[in-house]
């Protein structure tokens, strides 16, 4: 699978909104952009996924670059309970690998 | 609704015992994954299964790792002889197909700490 790049950590102030950057200039066309946070001590849970087109869901909202070699996670009101590890991760259709491949995500901080 | 869950949630083992993890996935679900979360790091893919077939075990890190899934459901991950290096986290996730853009739910995880 192709690589993602993501900055270390991030802060933000509560009820501000929150930009996760995520770089996959290596992206291929059949390649979807998946998105999963990690709280602490718990297990890691899906946030979102998009192929081509800007995603909304209840918890967040992906926009994707218009060449994919970028996209964002937009958290729109960061609360205490956001406080995580983000990981972007690309999975291929049809590809052999059907389990995820984390890197090292995001730590965001959200400040009260 | 009841998620995917794994027991114990903490193990202690002496360096050279083995160690059976349990994880029961959420009814219904055809995959299962095993992955292994260091401290300070990403979760680490160890095997897949579909059902009771066991997949891809490319990830798991030596023979003495060793998973099974017999009836398609429940899924035990045996670490035989324990050492240090083994002390992680190790996670159970499944999803309800097998296509590549399907959620996975994650339980909690087992955290062993082997001395």
């Known amino acids: 699978d192709a690589k993602t790049t993501q900055p270390n950590s991030m802060e933000s102030n509560e009820e501000e909104p929150v930009h996760l950057p995520c770089n996959h200039s290596?992206?291929?066309?059949?390649?979807?952009i998946h998105w999963y946070r990690q709280l602490p001590s718990q297990g890691p849970e899906y946030v979102i996924h998009g192929l081509t087109s800007n995603v909304n869901n209840r918890m967040a909202s992906l926009a994707i670059a218009e060449d994919r070699k970028s996209s964002t996670l937009i958290l729109h009101r960061a609360t205490l309970r956001d406080a995580a590890v983000y990981y972007c991760i690309l999975r291929r259709l049809s590809g052999s690998a059907r389990q995820l491949t984390f890197g090292s995500g995001t730590q965001l901080t959200v400040l009260p | 609704g009841a998620g995917v869950s794994q027991s114990p949630r903490y193990k202690v083992a002496k360096r050279g015992q083995d160690v059976a993890l349990r994880c029961d996935p959420i009814?219904?679900?055809?995959?299962l994954f095993w992955y292994q979360q260091a401290l300070g790091q990403g979760p680490e893919f160890l095997t897949y299964f579909q059902n009771e077939a066991q997949l891809d075990k490319s990830g798991l890190p030596s023979d003495r790792f060793f998973a099974e899934r017999p009836e398609g459901s429940v899924s035990t991950l045996k670490i035989q002889r324990t050492q240090q290096e083994d002390s992680a986290v190790y996670l159970c996730?499944?999803?309800?197909?097998?296509?590549?853009?399907?959620?996975?739910?994650f339980g909690p995880g087992t955290r062993l700490t082997v001395l």
């Open positions: 290596t992206i291929s066309g059949t390649d979807y």
């Open positions: 009814s219904g679900h055809v995959s």
């Open positions: 996730a499944s999803s309800l197909g097998e296509l590549e853009y399907n959620e996975q739910f």
